[in-house]
């Protein structure tokens, strides 16, 4: 299996613009991540879905944020519109039932 | 609530010498407990997990004994490569909140030559 996959690797963006993130989850597995990572921060969880369904999104800063997962093989995490705060390392995770979680690369975003 | 508390970083040691990150949590029950790596530009990978009390868990010569009476689950390695040098993640999960992971607050481990 290729892993999760995440696009795209780097972004960068002018404040006020729209981000769209994107998030290919391993076959098979019912629970999708989205994960931030800052310095300041660490990792903080955004959100996260079972069987394509939000379960929790209290991790989700305000409501600039929002997170899909219209089928099982793609979820995407949108930002609009986008801040220099906004700027950090958002990872995308998938694991089957209770099983441990498998990590994306990453996706680096800038927001200038 | 469940909880993970890692021993403050970063920690910078020689090669060859012996690594321990401390580790404890709080939680109800029989959490499964994880250590995560993550590698400097990457994302966290598995490194060993234990799911029931005296488990031990191993890998790449890294090991950790999940220890009930003291809620803790310290991470070690005998001789310390400079290729382990990494952010390590303590994490616990629970079977109620499916795969939901309470991550600590990650330990940086720098080796030096």
Same mark, same amino acid.
């Given at each position: 299996d290729a892993g999760?996959? !995440?696009?795209?690797?780097?972004?960068?963006?002018?404040?006020? !613009?729209?981000v769209t993130l994107r998030c290919k989850p391993i076959s098979g597995h019912d629970y999708l991540f989205w994960y931030r990572q800052t310095m300041m921060r660490g990792l903080?969880?955004?959100?996260?879905?079972?069987?394509?369904?939000?379960?929790d999104d209290s991790g989700m800063p305000e409501d600039?944020?929002?997170?899909?997962?219209?089928n099982a093989s793609f979820s995407t995490l949108k930002i609009q519109p986008s801040e220099p705060r906004d700027s950090a390392v958002y990872f995308c995770a998938s694991s089957f039932v209770s099983y441990e979680q498998y990590f994306g690369p990453g996706t680096r975003l800038t927001v200038t | 609530g469940n909880s993970v508390t890692q021993m403050e970083g970063p920690v910078t040691l020689s090669e060859?010498?012996?690594l321990t990150i401390n580790c404890t949590y709080t939680a109800t029950g029989y959490p499964s407990l994880f250590w995560y790596v993550q590698y400097p530009g990457e994302g966290l990978q598995l490194l060993l997990k234990a799911t029931k009390a005296d488990d /031990? *868990?191993?890998? /790449? *010569? %890294?090991?950790?004994?999940?220890? /009930?009476?003291?809620?803790? %689950?310290? #991470?070690? /390695? *005998?001789s310390v490569q400079v290729s382990d040098s990494a952010v390590y993640f303590c994490?616990?999960?629970?079977e109620t909140s499916g795969s939901r992971l309470t991550f600590g607050? *990650?330990?940086? #481990?720098?080796?030096?030559?």
């Open positions: 999760v996959i !995440q696009s795209p690797r780097h972004e960068v963006t002018e404040m006020g !613009q729209e903080e969880l955004l959100i996260y879905f079972n069987n394509n369904v939000p379960i600039r944020f929002s997170a899909k997962m219209p | 060859e010498a012996f /031990k *868990g191993s890998n /790449k *010569g %890294f090991e950790a004994t999940y220890r /009930k009476e003291t809620t803790s %689950f310290h #991470l070690e /390695k *005998g994490a616990l999960s629970r607050e *990650g330990t940086q #481990l720098t080796v030096n030559p």
